[in-house]
Structure formats: C-alpha cells, structure tokens
C-alpha cells in the first residue's frame, strides 16, 4: 500500500513541481498560465521560470519522521488490542465464575429443599407415630377399664 501511494504522489509531483510554467493571452485578452499552453495558440507566449522549493533531504527527514510515527501508531494498536484481549479475558472469567456461583447457589437451594422435605417427612412420620401410640394406649387403658 505504502508503494502505491509513493508511486502515485511521484507521478503527481511531475505536475506539481514542474520546473517551468508559460504564460498566454487567448484571443479575447485573458492571460492563462500552465505548463503548456493550447496546440493552436497564434499570440504570444512568455515562458516563466519558477525555481522548485522541493528539498530531497527535507522530504527523506519527512518521510523517516513519517515512518517512525506509523512504527509508534503500530505499537500503540498492538499494545491496545493485548489490553483489550486481556480485558475481554478477564470478563470472561468472571462471567463463567458467576455462572459457576450460580449453580453452587442453585444446588444449595435444592440441597435445602430436600432436607426441608426430609424434615417435614420426619416429623409427619413421628406425628403419626405419636398418634399411633396415644391411640393404642388409649385402646389399652379402655380396653383394661372394660375388663374390671
């Protein structure tokens, strides 16, 4: 890509930073400047010398500078992407340790409605119990009053 654009900046520059500019008069009297005037142009033309400003060791400075900036951009982007990787991994682990809390939370609650259930059962079953004895006590008292 870096390629491409320096070719097409070289081949802009030719126009850009071309050494000469001439200069015309149309028929109707308007002056016109470029590098080279129309192919049927019978007034005159004055070519003008224009001394260029591009400085080679200017534009080698730049384009280092340039290419500096770009390796520091580069390690900032890749700097950044390991912190967002490292973040995102950190949600991720604290996402599948909530899931985790979750189901030791879910199993808990179970845990504690089956010995709630076991209880209830335990006490239905010595309520019965209970009952059962007082009732053949009571069966055996009566049964001995009947007796006498």
């Known amino acids: 890509m870096r390629i491409i654009t320096l070719i097409v900046f070289l081949l802009a520059c030719k126009y850009c930073f071309s050494d000469t500019i001439q ?6 009297g308007h002056v016109h400047y470029g ?7 019978p007034h005159k033309i004055e070519r003008l010398e224009i001394e260029s400003n591009f400085d080679p060791v200017a534009y080698e400075r730049a384009m280092k500078r340039n290419s500096e900036i770009e390796a520091e ?7 950044e992407k390991e912190r967002a990787k490292r973040a995102e991994k950190r949600l991720d682990d604290y ?8 189901e030791i939370m879910e199993r ?8 709630r259930e076991s209880e209830r059962n335990r006490s239905s079953i010595k309520l019965k119990r209970s009952q059962q004895l007082t009732e053949s006590s009571k069966t055996k008292t009566s049964s ?3 007796k006498k």
Do not use: Q, Y
């Open 144 to 146: 001995s009053f009947k």
């Open 73 to 79: 951009v580069m390690r900032i982007e890749r700097r």
């Open 95 to 102: 996402f599948r340790d909530l899931d985790r809390k979750k």
């Open 35 to 41: 590098d080279r005037p129309p192919a049927a142009t």
């Open 108 to 115: 808990a609650k179970e845990n504690k409605r089956k010995h």
């Open 23 to 28: 200069k015309w008069t149309d028929e109707s």
